[in-house]
């Protein structure tokens, strides 16, 4: 047990116990005597004072996490990727949402913004963002996940960085179909134009159908205005559709009879398939699972251990999800935290009893159109290995013997 005999600051100017407590010394120092009589000077910060003690930060304009929670994005100069592994449940806080740019994040005035909504309608309008606030509002809880979403090739791989392209959000804002019974869509439109107003002017072809359906323009997430990176003021939200599809920043639809090719859906967003062929338009997002826990680079110690994770379709609910703690050899049911949401994730965990040996751990979802996930392999035989979009194996762990928990690299 430590013995506190002196506390000062840097520069040996003694501290009062009144300013101690009021939490100012972040930079003291504090000469302690151990159990064995040795004298040693250590740091005090505010962590080291009895919280019981001393009067808390008031209330502030904007809440904060933790000084001890480290929860961050990852960036690159296109992207950015969620931490998977520190998330507890299905819904992902506003300002850890992955983002994706194709030419940065514009700043729009919300009061100048316009949304005009033009061809195959019997009332071409332009809208506002206030305009669009007046019509009845609706809100689902759904993911949105880059179609791009996969990385592997080395061991030291977290599920931020294999896939921390994908976030779920409750999203608010006006149904599409609300909006296209406004402007009356003619009979003969079968797809429509989405712009956005970045620097890109991001544009992709939407079948109308997904318009009809569920489509969303979406105005706020998580019971707050859009975040800028999320498209403030307005975005077009496509549930279960790979991300690009969900146009940010939205100031334009154009209605047509055919598709437009665009850049984005031509010469980008294609995927290589075998004999040179090449898919467009893949909308939905298949299904796919993660283990967030244990994963790299975190260790374990022998016992019980929940092992915990994130499943989900773009092509509506998770029905089972399956845990492998020998490799892939058995597989167990795993628990699904409700609720469970059509095209959302779920939460999912397994109790599981590690003795000590070296392993693997992996997971595989079903939906409820009976798909199962595949494996990396299973993907290459059927596509190629070439990669690109719409990547979505089976991920597994590796557990060393020290408790070193790394990701399985698979070969092509």
């Not at 892939?328 to 040996?357: C, E, T």
């Not at 059927?382 to 990669?387: D, L, Q």
């Amino acid at each position: 047990m430590e013995k506190f005999i002196e506390i000062s600051q840097k520069g040996n100017h003694p501290i009062s116990r009144r300013k101690l407590l009021g939490g100012m010394a972040t930079a003291a120092v504090a000469i302690v005597q151990t159990a064995n009589g040795q004298v040693i000077q250590k740091s005090i910060s505010q962590s080291d004072i009895d919280p019981t003690k001393k009067v808390g930060l008031g209330p502030g304009e904007i809440g904060s996490r933790s000084l001890f929670v480290k929860s961050v994005k990852k960036p690159s100069e296109i992207s950015s990727r969620s931490p998977l592994q520190d998330f507890y449940g299905m819904i992902t806080p506003s300002d850890l949402h992955f983002e994706r740019h194709h030419a940065g994040v514009p700043v729009i005035d919300p009061s100048k913004h316009e949304l005009l909504i033009h061809g195959l309608v019997k009332k071409p309008m332009i809208f506002t963002v206030a305009d669009l606030k007046r019509f009845p509002s609706v809100s689902r809880i759904a993911f949105l996940e880059c179609s791009g979403n996969f990385r592997g090739g080395k061991e030291q791989l977290s599920p931020q960085e294999i896939c921390g392209l994908t976030s779920q959000s409750e999203w608010t804002g006006v149904k599409l179909s609300t909006i296209f019974n406004e402007v009356g869509v003619k009979p003969n439109a079968t797809w429509f134009l989405a712009e956005g107003g970045d620097a890109a002017v991001m544009t992709r072809s939407i079948p109308i159908k997904k318009g009809w359906d569920d489509a969303i323009i979406a105005y706020a997430q998580n019971g707050e205005v859009l975040r800028p990176e999320q498209g403030y003021p307005i975005r077009l939200f496509l549930p279960g559709w790979e991300g690009n599809t969900n146009v940010k920043w939205l100031r334009r639809i154009e209605l047509s009879d055919q598709a437009f090719y665009t850049r984005e859906e031509t010469s980008k967003y294609t995927e290589p398939i075998k004999d040179g062929k090449y898919r467009i338009f893949s909308f939905d997002m298949d299904a796919r699972s993660i283990i967030t826990f244990p994963s790299f680079p975190q260790k374990i110690e022998k016992g019980w251990i929940e092992i915990r994770g994130l499943a989900w379709s773009g092509r509506g609910k998770v029905v089972q999800v399956e845990v492998s703690v020998d490799a892939g050899k058995s597989w167990h049911l795993a628990q699904l935290n409700p609720p469970i949401l059509d095209k959302a994730h779920v939460h999912f965990r397994y109790l599981w009893n590690w003795k000590g040996d070296e392993t693997e751990i992996l997971s595989r979802v079903t939906d409820e159109t009976g798909y199962l996930q595949p494996t990396l392999k299973q993907l290459y035989q059927a596509r190629g290995n070439e990669g690109g979009y719409h990547m979505n194996p089976i991920t597994a762990w590796q557990i060393k013997r020290d408790g070193n928990v790394l990701f399985k690299v698979e070969s092509n």
